[in-house]
């Protein structure tokens, strides 16, 4: 996966600092049981998860649809996307499927790690 390895610094610093905002909105919602932290940390969630999707497209093997990382790609774009699906229609089936999507995502990244 030398690919992946080959991010920029800024890139590894940015999804970093968008983990971090996440984390503390998340932990502020719990703590201060706001409403309006939450709905920024679940908006934070999808733009995480698709962003990442994108990076990891643009590090897959080129023309290997059936990459391992073509996949978690496309489940973490997926579960972005579904986020913003809940948002707008407060369906809480589509909070679960985009959690799971992006639980798939994440693990199929893993996966592709130690397998390449």
């Given at each position: 996966m030398?690919?992946?390895?080959?991010?920029?610094?800024?890139?590894?610093?940015?999804?970093?600092?968008?983990?971090l905002v996440?984390f503390?909105l998340i932990g502020?919602?719990?703590?201060?049981?706001?409403?309006?932290?939450?709905?920024?940390?679940?908006?934070?969630f999808?733009?995480?998860?698709?962003?990442v999707g994108?990076?990891?497209?643009?590090q897959?093997?080129a023309?290997?649809?059936?990459?391992?990382?073509?996949?978690?790609?496309?489940?973490?774009i997926a579960?972005?996307v579904l986020?913003?699906g809940?948002?707008?229609?407060?369906?809480?089936?589509?909070n679960d499927i985009s959690s799971?999507a992006?639980?798939i995502?994440?693990?199929?990244y893993?996966y592709?790690?130690?397998?390449?």
């Open positions: 030398s690919g992946v390895n080959e991010l920029p610094a800024r890139v590894n610093r940015g999804v970093f600092a968008a983990l996440y503390m502020y919602a719990a703590v201060a049981n706001q409403p309006l932290a939450l709905l920024a940390a679940e908006i934070m999808g733009l995480i998860a698709i962003g994108f990076v990891l497209y643009q897959a093997p023309r290997e649809s059936t990459s391992p990382l073509v996949i978690a790609a496309g489940c973490l579960g972005g986020q913003f809940y948002l707008l229609t407060a369906l809480g089936v589509l799971y992006v639980f995502g994440v693990g199929l893993i592709a790690m130690f397998v390449d």
